[in-house]
T-cell receptor, first 115, second 119 residues
Framework: ETGVTQTPRHLVMGMTNKKSLKCEQH?????MYWYKQSAKKPLELMFV???????ENNSVPSRFSPECPNSSHLFLHLHTLQPEDSALYLC??????????????FGSGTRLTVV | AQKITQTQPGMFVQEKEAVTLDCTYD???????LFWYKQPSSGEMIFLIY??????QNATEGRYSLNFQKARKSANLVISASQLGDSAMYFC????????????????FGQGTILTVHP
């Protein structure tokens, strides 16, 4: 139990499907993040939320839609994805996104395959 | 802007031996933190060790130690007495505070190093 739980662990979806990834943290953190990790590419930060407000969107295509209803839950809604969106999607949380000495706690990730 | 460079795509080590994973960084921030994470094949990112830019002593956590050389802007991870379970991808990361006192609020990661421990 890492304190950050992601579901599902694996997801296969067609390009016309709509699905959602869920992330939940039990650590009392106030910042949450979505990362994308593709094969042979560095980790890419997608979205940042602090106190459930989005503070960063790194030019992510609109087919990815985040939602943060409260500081403990973070969703990534997916629709009309492309095969190149296949990747490991990691959720993370931290105590304070403004503090450099706070590391992130990561979930186990959702391995997404778009067919 | 911040940049992390890990120049070793892959490293091999014999079980019970020590191994050093290299990390260099570039930043204009006055204050920053350096982190190492381990990612097994399962995908989870596991925090290993942290070093603050103003910390005078090198950080240690069990078999992990961080060889911090500020002037060279390097933060190498040393794993002593390697175990088979150490086989994984290792990421160096940093985050900092700029002169204006605002934080980027995000970790910048290197490309990672795949470590393989042989029996």
């Amino acid at each position: 139990e890492t304190g950050v739980t992601q579901t599902p662990r694996h997801l296969v979806m067609g390009m016309t499907n709509k699905k959602s990834l869920k992330c939940e943290q039990h650590l009392g953190h106030n910042a949450m993040y979505w990362y994308k990790q593709s094969a042979k590419k560095p980790l890419e930060l997608m979205f940042v939320y602090n106190f459930k407000e989005q503070t960063e969107n790194n030019s992510v295509p609109s087919r990815f839609s985040p939602e943060c209803p409260n500081s403990s839950h973070l969703f990534l809604h997916l629709h009309t994805l492309q095969p190149e969106d296949s990747a490991l999607y990691l959720c993370a949380s931290s105590q304070d996104h403004r503090g450099y000495n706070y590391g992130y706690t990561f979930g186990s990730g959702t391995r997404l395959t778009v067919v | 802007a911040q940049k992390i460079t890990q120049t070793q795509p892959g490293m091999f080590v014999q079980e019970k031996e020590a191994v050093t994973l290299d990390c260099t960084y570039d930043t204009s921030d006055q204050s920053y933190g350096l982190f190492w994470y381990k990612q097994p094949s399962s995908g989870e990112m596991i925090f290993l060790i942290y070093q603050g830019s103003y910390d005078e002593q090198n950080a240690t956590e069990g078999r992990y130690s961080l060889n911090f050389q500020k002037a060279r802007k390097s933060a190498n991870l040393v794993i002593s007495a390697s175990q088979l379970g150490d086989s994984a991808m290792y990421f160096c990361a940093m985050r900092g505070v700029n002169a204006g006192g605002t934080s980027y609020g995000k970790l910048t990661f290197g490309q990672g190093t795949i470590l393989t421990v042989h029996p």
